[in-house]
């Protein structure tokens, strides 16, 4: 990112890159940190949505948060 350009910021909180350990872009210039997925996963066990999903989308979800390969035994 050159000088001048704002600094990503996630969507939810607006924490920007710098305040935060990792900061997943999405489509059309939307970030999410890793506190405001942690809250979104809280949100989605209350609903008792979080264990349907598959095991696949979790892995991939760890892996982004840095949590390691993603792989079988994870």
């Known amino acids: 990112m050159s ?8 969507s939810f ?3 920007s890159q710098d305040e ?12 999410v940190c890793e506190e405001c997925v942690v809250v979104c996963i809280d949100v989605l066990k209350q609903e008792g949505v979080w264990p349907s999903l598959p095991v696949r989308a979790y ?4 892996y982004r948060l840095g949590g390691g390969r993603p792989t079988k035994s994870n």
């Open 20 to 31: 935060v350990s990792a900061l997943i872009s999405g489509q059309q210039g939307a970030h």
């Open 3 to 10: 000088e001048g350009q704002p600094k990503a910021q996630c």
């Open 13 to 15: 909180c607006g924490k």
């Open 59 to 62: 892995r991939t979800l760890r």
